[in-house]
Nanobody, 115 residues
Framework: QVQLVESGGGLVQPGGSLDLSCAFSETIFSIAVMGWYRQAPGKRRELVASIPSGGYPFYADSAKGRFTIARDNAKKTVYLQLNSLKPEDTGVYYC?????????WGQGTQVTVSS
């Protein structure tokens, strides 16, 4: 079974930053498009950013200019750098392949932005 382990979340003030990591066990990670998803309180889980092994990343409108997605295939890890955080960025962040989301969800990592 594929294992996804997210980490790096926390409580920060508006304008702060966080660096999220997703450790990934899948053998074919190097060819999979990987994405970060966010589930805000009372809302559906939605795609925030995704990145192919080669090519350009995708960002949701809410993330453009503030978030940066990256990956290290050798380390089987995908990253999400969160900058200029806003309260509306609050939620549990998960990783999975995109757009299929075919693997079991990990526990996610909580990001809370509050003054």
């Amino acid at each position: 079974q594929v294992q996804l382990v997210e980490s790096g979340g926390g409580l920060v003030q508006p304008g702060g930053s966080l660096d999220l990591s997703c450790a990934f066990s899948e053998t074919i990670f190097s060819i999979a498009v990987m994405g970060w998803y966010r589930q805000a309180p009372g809302k559906r889980r939605e795609l925030v950013a995704s990145i192919p092994s080669g090519g350009y990343p995708f960002y949701a409108d809410s993330a453009k200019g503030r978030f940066t997605i990256a990956r290290d295939n050798a380390k089987k890890t995908v990253y999400l750098q969160l900058n200029s955080l806003k309260p509306e960025d609050t939620g549990v962040y998960y990783c999975n392949n995109a757009p299929a989301r075919q693997w079991p969800w990990g526990q996610g990592t909580q990001v809370t932005v509050s003054s």
